[in-house]
């Protein structure tokens, strides 16, 4: 089959590679019909590549259909359509059960201290291969894919992998009242998808902040009052408190991750580290890694007092230095993590009519063939061309 690789950093191909076979007799072999490039792949392709090995095959955000099952499988068959959450989750063990799939103690990759399997993302969570390919294994065949509807485009699941629930998540941790007020920082896919949620679930004010003028327009389209981060020296602090009774909002949702734009210093550290061998450098982030920390210092700031913080960028640090003292001196709540994908696919799945209300149809601004992988990926860090979101087709 022909699958998107990790071949080094800023260095993604497509090559031929083995057929993924059944292994487990619950296992399933999906036939990818779309697949997302996910902001977080871009940490694999500028960051993370000391937890990869060349020939990884990258992407967690599939659908298609199911090509072959296991002996054990009964609740798909050949020829069903279905989304694949990107937690690799049993769906029975005591985390499962509580709604925490991200946490599953089946797939936990205990060697790393860290939580559940997933696809397509470094040593650090399984290294199991990923779905930009033409096919994918799939384990708990009975439990874990999301079985869709035939009929309409891929465009209306395929978000259902990642960008929904976690889009979803990040609302829901972050707590808006009704009626209330909330800041989005980045609105890259999640950010961008997080506010039109933020909206259809009640928030009077949803501001969103970028620097992407494609990206500002498309919030603005959906309702958000959307601030031009290049037009604010000092932050969008004293904008967003003129907005909210001097206050600023109830709830921030920072949705860009360890590369937020600026932190000079800690963007020439990533680089410095990035030309250490893997080793060296794995032992090097995991006892002083540190993140690009701008946009978790504008939410502290732009919360107000007594207000909750919802992390859903991805971070990696191991000493990334919070500003403590004001956290606590303005009562902030915070709550982060990998979205726990099944826990919200009953709140959504509602939602994917031809009514459309959060605009799935036409969310993704390229659709390329996976042979165009790689210039995608190029396209998407340098958020040229207009690119938000793409989907590509194998």
């Known amino acids: 089959m022909r699958a998107l690789t990790y071949?080094?950093?800023?260095?993604?191909?497509?090559?031929?590679?083995?057929?993924?076979?059944?292994?487990?007799?619950?296992?399933?072999?999906?036939?990818?019909?779309?697949?997302?490039?996910?902001?977080?792949?871009?940490?694999?392709?500028?960051?993370?590549?000391?937890?990869?090995?060349?020939g990884d095959i990258l992407g967690h955000e599939p659908m298609g259909i199911v090509e072959e099952t296991g002996p054990e499988v009964t609740s798909v068959a050949k020829g069903d359509r279905v989304v694949i959450p990107f937690n690799i989750c049993c769906g029975h063990c005591f985390m499962c059960r509580q709604g925490l799939h991200s946490q599953c103690e089946t797939t936990q990759v205990r060697s790393r201290g860290m939580g559940a399997a997933l696809f397509g993302y470094t040593k650090l969570y399984g290294q199991?291969?990923?779905?930009?390919?033409?096919?994918?294994?799939?384990?708990?065949?009975?439990?874990?894919?999301?079985?869709?509807?035939?009929?309409?485009?891929?465009?209306?699941?395929?978000?259902?992998?990642?960008?929904?629930?976690?889009?979803?998540?990040?609302?829901?941790?972050?707590?808006?009242?009704?009626?209330?007020?909330?800041?989005?920082?980045?609105?890259?896919?999640?950010?961008?998808?997080?506010?039109?949620?933020?909206?259809?679930?009640?928030?009077?004010?949803?501001?969103?902040?970028d620097l992407v003028p494609e990206r500002l327009a498309r919030a603005s389209a959906y309702g958000a009052t959307c601030l031009d981060l290049r037009r604010y020296d000092r932050g969008p602090g004293d904008a967003i408190r003129e907005l909210t009774q001097g206050r600023g909002t109830d709830s921030v949702i920072d949705a860009v991750g360890m590369e937020a734009h600026g932190a000079p210093t800690a963007k020439a550290a990533h680089w410095a580290v990035g030309l250490l061998p893997d080793a060296v450098a794995e032992r090097l982030m995991e006892t002083a890694g540190i993140d690009r920390l701008s946009a978790v210092y504008a939410a502290v700031d732009v919360v107000r007092r007594g207000g909750t913080i919802s992390l859903s960028g991805v971070y990696g640090g191991a000493v990334d230095p919070l500003p403590l003292l004001k956290m606590f001196d303005k009562q902030i709540q915070l709550r982060m993590g990998q979205a726990n994908v099944w826990r919200w696919v009953d709140d959504i799945l509602p939602l994917l009519t031809d009514a459309d209300p959060l605009g799935v149809d036409s969310f993704a601004t390229h659709h390329l063939p996976l042979e165009q992988g790689p210039r995608a990926y190029a396209a998407f860090q340098q958020k040229a061309d207009g690119m938000i979101k793409t989907l590509l087709n194998p």
């Open 7 to 54: 071949h080094g950093k800023r260095d993604v191909r497509v090559e031929t590679v083995p057929d993924p076979p059944i292994e487990k007799p619950d296992d399933v072999i999906v036939r990818i019909t779309s697949t997302g490039i996910c902001g977080s792949d871009l940490h694999l392709y500028e960051v993370l590549g000391p937890y990869i090995d060349p």
């Open 128 to 209: 199991v291969p990923g779905g930009q390919a033409q096919f994918l294994r799939v384990p708990f065949g009975n439990s874990l894919p999301v079985k869709v509807p035939a009929g309409p485009p891929d465009d209306r699941f395929v978000y259902l992998s990642d960008v929904l629930p976690t889009a979803w998540q990040a609302v829901e941790y972050a707590a808006i009242p009704p009626g209330g007020t909330v800041t989005v920082l980045g609105l890259g896919p999640i950010g961008a998808m997080a506010a039109r949620i933020a909206r259809h679930r009640g928030a009077g004010l949803v501001v969103g902040v």
